[in-house]
């Protein structure tokens, strides 16, 4: 599931990209970072019951987002 998501212009594309490139991470090590991402993408929108906003995704817990 996760290996579609890494394309070039996909939801994953820059995060995997930059854990690869950026990071010098192994491609196997930064896919597996993309499915902990996912993982943790669907169980907190399990445990929120909100619907799925890519913003929320990539943003840092530290700044708080305003509030709808």
């Not at 996760?2 to 995997?16: A, E, N, T």
């Not at 192994?26 to 907190?44: H, S, W």
């Not at 995704?57 to 509030?67: G, L, N, R």
Request: hydrophobic residues 35%; contains cysteine; aromatic residues 12%.
């Amino acid at each position: 599931m996760s290996i579609p998501l890494v394309s070039q212009g996909r939801l994953f594309s820059k995060y995997y990209h930059g854990k690869k490139d950026t990071g010098k991470m192994p491609g196997q090590k930064a896919l597996t970072c993309v499915m902990r991402k996912i993982l943790k993408m669907f169980f907190g929108r399990y445990k929120s019951g909100r619907p799925f906003d890519s913003d929320r995704v990539f943003s840092m817990a530290s700044k708080p987002t305003s509030a709808l």
